[in-house]
């Protein structure tokens, strides 16, 4: 153990590389882009450290190119699910016991080979598995998931220093032990950053991890598991399985040493793990803690004060940046009578100019959406709303599948607040737009915090005060990240902690000391110096 109380190096936010056209840094990125976009990969399942495949070989493909053969993964069985579980279990006492700072230089190594030889493959393989732009990949991949291992690694020693008071004669302690048993980490195609961070920080504050990714977030997920392994990190602390999510979660959830879920995902299939937790919680040795973040349906309510072009432009960018495929995309959009016109105009200019197509070209601002069931959900919208009495399609609407699954950016007007497009989560580049009278103000803030059963971003514009504290109270519980005068997407790590609550799941806000807390289960020790000899207090003489 340590003889030194050691100060980790002072997190700051990762410096975002600009990719200009001609530069040395695309011109790398691209680069290792057509190397990888060629290789054909073999990505086993990672158990104990140690490479695991299976019979069963399952096709990689691109978004942006369906019939490409990015190489194939092997999908795992039950067998390997145990197999996780029970590495994780052997190994759980060993890594208890290494030393706080131990566990800190293995992600902070991590986060610097990320910053450094790690950067371009890990960025291109989520521009080619997730059909991220340079941009969106940058700001993710790379940026997001390094300021989330540093300034876990800060928050995680803030966390250890806090201690309570202690008395005369007494020493009191609090000591942040693990949580006791194996948790399970769930992520989303849409964020290698999430992938990475959700079972990375369990594991920070000495947890052993069955990590799970989404099959549409391999290849990246591939490169995350190899800097974790190069950083040092012991085997079977972080498990990855590419195995079937119903069978995996039934079998994991009815452990008797499961203490935990970290979950990223669609709300439905988080209800259903509660719901499996709760009926199997007589079989826990302990509670286990349960954090979702489940998605959104990200308002922006515009006031009549508002700047015309920064409410367009946050629009644009709100609701099209990586194809709307971000839980705090702009999806619903309220907008005065006053001002609309003005906005339309801009957004439509601005529109025009936005290029869609492969993340291999650095000019292409939308890229294709993740799969065909997006691309059909999506188009299924679109045709709805172009026959709908209620609704019709202003600007976009045209799909295409020949070669990847690309939805041009779209938006909806409606004349129904409550039109299915406003109400229901798309995860697409759909943006519905309902035009309100100047005078109902207030009463399109109470349509705003009613409409939809998720709370996760949103944002409003205005230039007038008054205005902009009537929505900070009257939309207080609408969401948890709200911005003002700005786009309800991109928190940055330690500087806006994620999460939402309601339908959007459990707001225990990532990127902060919040959500290590749900980590670890706190011990209070009370050391007294010298020990009472007789039973008899003062006032009984």
């Not at 976009?37 to 691109?62: A, F, L, Q, R």
């Not at 209800?271 to 937790?277: A, E, L, P, R």
């Not at 399109?444 to 205005?462: N, Q």
């Amino acid at each position: 153990m340590s003889k030194a109380i050691s100060q980790v190096p002072f997190a700051i936010n990762e410096p975002v590389r600009t990719y200009e056209p001609g530069s040395d840094e695309v011109k790398s990125l691209i680069a290792t882009y057509k190397k990888m976009w060629k290789d054909k990969s073999e990505i086993p399942m990672i158990i104990n450290g140690k490479e695991v495949t299976s019979e069963n070989k399952v096709k990689i493909s691109s978004p942006q190119d369906h019939q490409h053969d990015l190489g194939f993964y092997y999908k795992g069985t039950m067998e390997n699910v145990d197999e996780a579980i029970n590495t994780a279990l052997a190994a759980k006492e060993k890594w208890n016991n290494l030393g706080w700072e131990q566990r800190a230089a293995i992600f902070l190594k991590a986060a610097d080979l990320i910053a450094g030889p790690y950067r371009d493959r890990l960025n291109a393989a989520t521009m080619i598995g997730q059909s991220k732009n340079v941009h969106q990949a940058e700001i993710d991949a790379a940026c997001e998931f390094i300021d989330f291992l540093r300034f876990n690694v800060e928050f995680m020693t803030e966390m250890y220093s806090e201690q309570p008071v202690s008395d005369t004669g007494i020493w009191n302690r609090s000591e942040y032990r693990p949580l006791e048993g194996f948790c399970f980490a769930v992520t989303p195609f849409n964020f290698t950053a999430i992938a990475g961070n959700l079972p990375t920080c369990m594991a920070m504050m000495g947890n052993v991890v069955v990590w799970k990714p989404s099959d549409k977030q391999i290849l990246s997920a591939k490169v995350l598991m190899d800097v974790f392994m190069e950083a040092g990190l012991p085997a079977g602390v972080i498990n990855m399985i590419f195995t079937d999510g119903k069978s995996t979660a039934e079998k994991i959830m009815s452990h008797p040493d499961f203490a935990g879920l970290h979950f990223t995902g669609s709300t439905k299939v988080f209800q259903g793990m509660w719901k499996m937790i709760g009926n199997n919680i007589d079989l826990f040795k302990t509670y286990p803690r349960i954090v979702g973040e489940t998605g959104g349906k990200d308002f922006v309510v515009a006031h009549s004060s508002a700047n015309v072009e920064a409410v367009a432009t946050g629009l644009v960018r709100g609701a099209f940046e990586y194809q709307g495929q971000k839980c705090s995309a702009a999806s619903r959009a309220y907008i005065p009578r006053s001002i609309w016109n003005d906005v339309k105009a801009v957004m439509e200019s601005q529109l025009k100019t936005v290029k869609m197509g492969s993340p291999e070209d650095p000019s292409n601002f939308v890229n294709a959406v993740i799969d065909k069931n997006s691309f059909e959900k999506c188009k299924g919208y679109i045709e709805r709303a172009a026959k709908s009495a209620d609704a019709e399609v202003i600007i976009g609407g045209k799909c295409d599948d020949s070669k990847g699954w690309f939805v041009e950016p779209t938006v909806i007007l409606t004349t129904n607040p409550k039109y299915e497009s406003v109400c229901e989560e798309i995860f697409g580049p759909i943006l519905s737009i309902y035009i309100y009278e100047d005078k109902d103000w207030a009463e399109t803030l109470k349509l705003v915090d009613e409409t939809s059963p998720y709370s996760l971003t949103g944002a409003v514009f205005a230039q007038d005060r008054y205005a902009i504290a009537e929505a900070y109270k009257a939309l207080e519980n609408a969401s948890g990240n709200f911005y003002i005068n700005d786009k309800p997407t991109g928190a940055v790590v330690g500087q806006q902690p994620f999460g939402g609550a309601r339908a959007s799941g459990t707001n225990d806000k990532a990127g902060s000391k919040m959500n290590l807390m749900r980590w670890v289960s706190v011990r209070s020790i009370k050391e007294t110096f010298v020990s009472p000899k007789d039973y008899k207090y003062p006032y009984l003489g």
